[in-house]
């Protein structure tokens, strides 16, 4: 595990508008959201991820792996964020969600202090070490930007985490 700051990681357009931004895509149809950065969705779901299941009690609501995502490919953790994007339709629900990121974190073993955010190396270390990991700041870098494409005006206050990273 080792700190990053968040410039570092690659913006994709949103495929309805084409604006950039850290986007996750949500549809009932397929795998769960994607990663903001890469568009992977499958995390720890697949694969290796039994060997994990084993290991791992999901309903621990105070183990960090239960609140946040992590994808393997780039070796970041990140949340689902605010709304950029919803449409419902009959059976189905398609959404594109803001990415939120730490922003500062605390290793919990050393108690130093990091501006940026945790990066793991391979499944293997963000499973052994995201729990010293005590999150300290969360941001939404896109503003709680909404999609012009949206089927639905979103209202509400806005995102609590808004602002540049």
């Known amino acids: ?48 991820s039994a060997t994990y299941r084993a290991r791992f009690d999901w309903d621990d609501a ?20 605010c709304l950029h994007y919803e449409a419902k339709f009959i059976h ?12 500062k974190w605390k290793h919990r073993d050393t108690q130093e202090v990091f501006h940026g955010m945790p990066y793991f190396e391979n499944p293997d270390d963000w499973f052994e070490h995201v729990n010293q990991v005590e999150v300290l700041e969360m941001q939404c870098p ?14 509400g206050d806005g995102c609590p985490l808004v602002g540049s990273l």
Not at 62 to 78: A, H, T
Not at 142 to 153: E, T, V
Request: with cysteine.
């Open 142 to 155: 896109q503003s709680n930007l909404i999609c012009n494409r949206s089927r639905r005006y979103f209202q």
């Open 1 to 48: 595990m080792k700190n990053i700051l968040q410039h570092a990681l690659k913006q994709n357009p949103c495929i309805l508008c084409g604006t950039h931004g850290y986007f996750c895509e949500s549809s009932m149809g397929r795998c769960g959201p994607s990663c903001p950065c890469c568009g992977y969705r499958h995390f720890l779901e697949w694969g290796e």
């Open 62 to 81: 105070s183990d960090v792996r239960n609140q946040y995502l992590y994808c393997k490919e780039c070796g970041i953790v990140f949340a689902l964020g």
């Open 92 to 103: 189905s629900e398609d959404r594109i969600l803001n990415a939120h990121f730490i922003t």
